[in-house]
């Protein structure tokens, strides 16, 4: 049930915009205090435990799949320190090509009368060591797969979250 990277070596990530530093959402406040990311990691606990009302939660977990609450928490617009990636470069190629709405609710296509950039980030997730003749995994475990989860959403983009730590 989860979307593999064996037969693909690259991560994807597409944005509308360009960013000097591609933070996730908990961290693109630069002054944001303890005490802040705090109330927001409460927040995803929140989120967790109503999530697990759900009838699919409780299949899935019986069954012994990995369920990434985190990751599932960005999807539905949480602060937290997980930046979505894929491994579909179509997936990538929406995502630089539409734009959000306020509200967070819907995307709307760029429009073809107006010039714009889309930005596509490709991240090697494995690197071949000639010295050693081993292969590395270039997360280390920080990156878990979302998609397939018990949620249509996230199954549909493919989706994978990398963990990352303040700073």
Same mark, same amino acid.
């Given at each position: 049930?989860?979307?593999?990277?064996?037969?693909?070596?690259?991560?994807?990530?597409?944005?509308?915009?360009?960013?000097?530093?591609?933070?996730?959402?908990?961290?693109?406040?630069?002054?944001?205090?303890?005490?802040?990311?705090?109330?927001?990691?409460?927040? @995803?606990?929140?989120? !967790?435990?109503?999530?697990?009302?759900? &009838? $699919?939660? #409780?299949?899935? %977990?019986?069954?012994? +799949?990995?369920?990434?609450?985190?990751?599932?928490?960005?999807?539905?617009?949480?602060?937290?320190?997980?930046?979505?990636?894929?491994?579909?470069?179509?997936?990538?190629?929406?995502?630089?090509? @539409?734009?959000?709405? !306020?509200?967070?609710?819907?995307?709307? &296509? $760029?429009? #073809?009368?107006? %010039?714009?950039?889309? +930005?596509?980030?490709?991240?090697?997730?494995?690197?071949?060591?000639?010295?050693?003749?081993?292969?590395?995994?270039?997360?280390?475990?920080?990156?878990?797969?979302?998609?397939?989860?018990?949620?249509?959403?996230?199954?549909?983009?493919?989706?994978?979250?990398?963990?990352?730590?303040?700073?």
């Amino acid at each position: 049930l989860l979307p593999t990277t064996i037969d693909n070596s690259f991560l994807y990530r597409g944005q509308t915009e360009f960013f000097e530093e591609c933070l996730p959402t908990l961290y693109r406040k630069k002054d944001i205090s303890d005490e802040e990311i705090f109330i927001e990691r409460i927040r @995803c606990c929140e989120f !967790e435990v109503y999530l697990k009302q759900y &009838p $699919q939660i #409780e299949i899935f %977990e019986k069954n012994k +799949y990995n369920i990434d609450y985190l990751g599932l928490s960005q999807h539905y617009g949480l602060k937290t320190n997980v930046i979505d990636l894929t491994n579909s470069l179509d997936v990538a190629l929406f995502f630089a090509m @539409c734009n959000m709405s !306020e509200d967070g609710k819907a995307f709307s &296509p $760029q429009r #073809e009368d107006k %010039e714009y950039i889309g +930005y596509i980030y490709a991240v090697r997730t494995k690197e071949y060591n000639n010295r050693t003749n081993k292969i590395k995994n270039f997360f280390d475990g920080r990156v878990k797969a979302i998609g397939m989860q018990p949620f249509y959403r996230p199954g549909n983009q493919r989706g994978f979250g990398m963990h990352l730590e303040r700073g």
